[in-house]
């Protein structure tokens, strides 16, 4: 029977440390509400609970030229709090109101969010499509990782043994872009993703689509990129028949199971459906940006 | 185990406890403390009947580690009447509209409600409902407990 | 003088002061303080924590098990199997509910309880549940009632035999019993029919989802004498049948209620308590057992699942002529399903006079259902209301209208063989007409439903006294339970007999040494009876004060009247005397004569049957089959309100819990056998922003064998809310769905199942 010990280092230096001694036996607590579930279900039995909330730049906002940083252990209400970024990116701040109840978001993060490696994440699939970069301290320094190649597969990151995502950097937006995410869920509130569909785009100043990215969550064992999708809006005005290719591919993109929460069919369906309700919401707000 | 050595204030005043590393606040608060009026509804966060407040933040205490109050303030139900008899506007109007039936999810609700109406003095009814949709109530349908929320923050408006 | 049972002094005419109005309840100041104590809530010095393991198979045969290891651990106090529970024979109540709450030959699903351990405190117990070694021989099991069914299938109890089945004496089976009911003659009845309608229906378990977990301290102390402390909706059913399975004289055990959060049927059983009493007994401390979530979704009563095939006929001006079901009810791994419920209600309400219907109950590999808010009856009254609206639909008349026309009044005699009294539910149709909700267009993209609904409520053994203090305050000692505010309903009652204010009346709940049998708190039962037997209390308190001021007087007994809280001279002609309060007559009597008490223990009879009528609007989403409910209206007879806003209250309550079930609610299993949903995450109870107000109506058809003529409010609000929003369902996409839950995936595959019909055609 393991001994189970409690850190709250202050340092990410200090952090990474005790992460690499310890090994497999340490587990990151940001906000929790993940890792005490596991742990209170018998799912986990770690030696060291490393508790990243001291450290100052792990719940940082910040913005540079356009460009914002967001500390991978900012709670989630602390992100929809913050007007500016909520307002630069509409999209991102909609997966995270969708993390759970506001107890939930007052202590979950995005980079807690990521880093269980859940494929139904919802704050995950924003990031994607927003190309966000996840930035990784460890004990062989520091490296940036395109969020969408975080995730290996269910519970499942390429994070190494003593890495820890510190922040997400986000491209600077150029004007017309808009970005949205949509969930599937029985309930309005409260329920994991049976698809999460998010959509970034950007328009030219005569409407047409330059640039796009698109990501599914809950349809396959990570969330996904999907190049099929966001190349059916590129070069189109986002009419109706460019939405119905991006539907298409959406659809076309998924691998899903089934399970408790939907069906194969079900999901392969609806996330067509979603995407493309999620593509008309980020071209209204492309428009009017 | 070792124990780990939490000093916290809870509604204002000062605690001290020994606690095992793994035990959550809500579990720490009840056992250990007998302040038994958060309860504890599924120990997942997804009913909110354990909802405190911890420095300032509205918290599933079925999702903190007890360890993580160190130092830190927390409010609780028992603190959220004034003085002897005064009771929060929110609690005199559950008390008169029925916003309670059993009672179980009634302090998790306070407690929630109270942070959205300091936050937010004039919630719509759909901001009500996705604030507290934390907060599960199997009674009441959610109706009066909505009315309840909407008179006290009328009246806390008013005063 | 007659009974209040052959004469309740009921009078539509009498001035109420308090009855019918909206106090405070006495019990809400400490539960919005946080004071209120519930199961949990309970700390004695020394006392253990308790934790039970459960079986991870859903059937297997209990070969061993080794409690050493655990009994090492230190901090480790108890630890107790089947071997520390009395053997009872199986297949009789008190054997199924042993083996129930502690398996003994065999487990019978995911959950099962093997072995308690209690500790010092809740993580050393918890690691000794991990030191206990079973060894398990894995059989195969049965989910599915249907398949339980069949020859071959897995057999749960080797010594089942199907009752009511001639020749099924040799062969073991999962079919408990089979119960036919029929009158008339429905051959002839369907003979006149111009439009019949025959449809199959399925349901799946529901979980009551109250949000308390059943929690309990037991304390049994050296002389034996066992003490529990519990949230449950009867302590005296709990004592007698913990006494049954624990082989003891029920006088030695006293049970105690706590504050209930919540049971809707679900706390009508017990399952942590008996273990918690016999660690008690062997650690000789107390012992406290707080079910976790997952056990409580894992372990405890969900509701029956059910199959169902329904086929109703009427005539093209509007008679419904004949009715037949099937119906088919698991009720997990033990009987109890009170699955009679549905044949007796799932018509009544209609005044049918050819009816045939057949039933079975039948155990698979899940845990024992347990009632829920009209045990057995919603699932399929969901089917009834769904052919009742469609055979409107189909001879285009009205559905209110067609309800109306073929609504039971009084002197209906059921199949069940009662005969209605006065009843209110040609009257409750009519107001559902008269509602602004019916009365308003349906919002274009959106879809109505409407269903009725009936519920029996119920009487029975209750016990109930009222003590009248020397300063003219009054107690009032209750042995039901109060699961939603029947506290102060009883109070407001027994303050409107004795014409005090309600603030000089308390109620309190006796422990089961304490005041003589109640049923269990369901049914509807307890403000109708536990209100009747206090009005009997207060009315013998009120005849011994009226004996009391004669003798003051010095006149007779028949020349003083109570009224308005005193006594007075009956006429002019008894004399100038004073009125007597009920302080006045208390202060100065019960030192020489005693305390003026009344006390009343009764099988209460003369429920009023109650019925319901749910309108609802919806919007089903073409591209994802979600269901958004945007107005929803419950019309109800509750006879009379005693308390209003506790009335609107059930009825919201109902409709939401209906909700849930009718759109998202059910037990998923996986193929091993074991639930795969048990927690609030997914299994999808209906949260604050899922649903709009409820708006109510509440009709008052007094019952006029009640001295207030109230029905009961429990169980009717949820009866018909699957039926409406299937019907809904069913207006906005034109198909009506025959599967629960209606969840997204079901009506998505409807829709789209619709429109490649339509491209076909």
Known sequence: MTELNYAAPDSLDAAVGMLADAGAGARILAGGTDVLVLLHGDLIEPELIVDIKNIPELTEISVEDGAWRIGAAASGMKLMDHEDFAAAWPGVIEGVALIGSVQVKGRASVGGNLCNASPAADSVPPLIAAGAMANIAGPGGKRDLPVEDVITGPGQTALEAGEMVVSFTFPKRPPHSGDCYLRLTPRTEMDIAVVGAAVNLTLDDGGTCTAARVSLGAVAPTPLLVEDAAAALIGTSVDDAALDALAAAASAACDPIDDKRGTIAYRIKTAGVMTRRAAETALDRARRN | MPKAHVTTTINGDAYEVLCEPGQTLVDVIRNGLGLTGTKEGCSTGDCG?????????????CLVLAVEADGKSIDTIEGMAEGEDELHPLQRNFLELNGLQCGICTPGILIAARALLERNPDPTETEIRFWLAGNLCRCTGYDKVIRSVQAAAEEMREA | MASILENSGFNPDKELKIVGTNPVKQDGPDKVTGRAKFGADLILPGMLFGKILRSPHPHAVL???????????????????????????PGTPGGDLSRNVMAREKVFYDGHPVAAVAATSEPVAKRALKLIEVEHEVLPHVIDPVEAMQPGAPILHDHLRTKGVEGAEDTPTNIVERLDLAMGDTDAGFAEADVIVEREYDSKPMHQGYIEP??????CNEDDQIEVWCCTQGTHVFRDRLADILRLDSSRIKVMQSEMGGGFGGKTGFYGEPLAIVLSKKARRP????????????????VSGTRSRIKMGCTKDGKIVAAEAELIFQTGAFTGSMFFNAPHAMFTRYALENIKTTAWEVVSNRPKVNAFRAPCVPQIVFGVEAIVTELANKIGMDELDFRLKNAATEGYTTLYGATFGPIGFVETLEASKETDHYRSPVKPGEGRGVAAGFWFNRGGDTTGSLTITPDGSVNIMLGTSDV?????SISMMAAEELGVPLEKVRANFADTSAIGNNRVTAGSRTTFSSGMVIVDSARKAIDTMVERAAEIWGVSPEEVTFEDGHCRPASANVGDFEPLSIKDIASRTSVSHGAIAGHSEMNVTGEGPGFGVHIVDL??????????VTRYTVIEDAGKAIHPLQVEGQYQGGAVQGVGWALNEEYIYRADGTLDNPSFLDYRMPVASDVPMIDTVIVEVPNPNHPYGLRGVGEVPVVPTLAAIGNAIGDAIGIRPQSLPMSPPKLLELMDGDETRAAAE
């Open chain 2, 49 to 61: 009947a354990c909802s405190v407040m911890l420095d300032g933040e509205l918290v599933c205490s």
């Open chain 3, 63 to 89: 070969k061993s098990i080794d409690t050493s290891k655990a009994e090492a651990l230190p901090g480790v106090k108890a630890v107790v199997t089947r071997d520390d529970f009395p053997e009872l024979p």
């Open chain 3, 214 to 219: 059943q929690g309990c301290v037991a304390d």
């Open chain 3, 287 to 302: 012992v406290k057992i707080v079910l976790t979530r997952n056990e409580v979704f894992r372990c405890t009563g969900p």
């Open chain 3, 484 to 488: 939603a505010g029947s506290r102060v």
């Open chain 3, 619 to 628: 919007k089903v989403d073409r591209g994802t089959g979600r269901v958004d």
